[in-house]
């Protein structure tokens, strides 16, 4: 039985081969990864970007690297997931968690819209929670490697979402949309 999660949440296993993602990760090891910062905190995952990547020190979105077609493949996948056309995922992130690695309690930004990401590697648990009066509810979601998930609707707007420690090395591949007319309101040049 696939995962469930809040209203918006799609999971579809197996979206990519194991021999797919041995290529990947293969390719994701040579990238450039830094650590992720948050308004001073900087965090035990590592990341990267394409297209576009989230300055949190205040400059929001600005340009990164061109996707690489060795993604194309994989964005297509993600697009059809989430059904829209491969071009309008313009945002790529990709996360390496090395063992004792998380991702404290979120929502992606609202300049992005719907939100596919693709676990590799090693399975991790996604949780969800949103606020009922003083208690939260909560939902759990294996993800299991190869995998792709899909947030839109209420899982993008009143969830927040987290992935506890990671138990072994894993990467996540994450592809978004931008809101109308976000590109061209943050169409800066990256800032090293």
């Known amino acids: 039985m696939p995962p469930t999660g809040p209203p918006g949440f799609a999971y579809r296993p197996d979206i990519i081969t194991p021999a797919e993602e041995a290529e990947l990760a293969e390719r994701l090891a040579a990238l450039p990864f830094e650590p992720f910062q948050f308004h001073g905190y900087e965090g035990r995952r590592r990341v990267f970007s394409f297209g576009w990547r989230y300055d949190f020190t205040g400059a929001g979105l600005v ?3 061109p996707i690489p077609d060795w993604l194309f493949p994989l964005s297509a996948k993600a697009a059809n997931l989430a059904g829209l056309a491969p071009e309008a995922l ?3 992130l ?6 004792g690695a998380p991702i404290g309690w979120h929502r992606d930004r609202p300049a992005f819209e719907k939100v596919v990401g693709v676990s590799l590697l090693a399975p991790i648990v996604m949780r969800f929670r949103r606020r009922v009066g003083d208690r939260f509810e909560r939902l759990n979601a294996p993800l299991a490697p190869r995998s792709a998930y899909l947030l839109d609707g209420l899982a993008r707007t009143e969830w927040e979402h987290s992935l506890p ?3 072994a090395h894993r990467y996540s ?3 978004r949309n931008l ?3 976000q590109a061209r309101e943050s169409a800066r040049p990256a800032v090293a």
């Open 63 to 65: 340009q990164a690297e």
């Open 90 to 92: 313009a945002h790529v």
């Open 94 to 99: 990709i996360n390496e968690y090395r063992e």
């Open 165 to 167: 420690e990671a138990k």
């Open 173 to 175: 591949i994450t592809f």
């Open 179 to 181: 809101r109308s007319g």
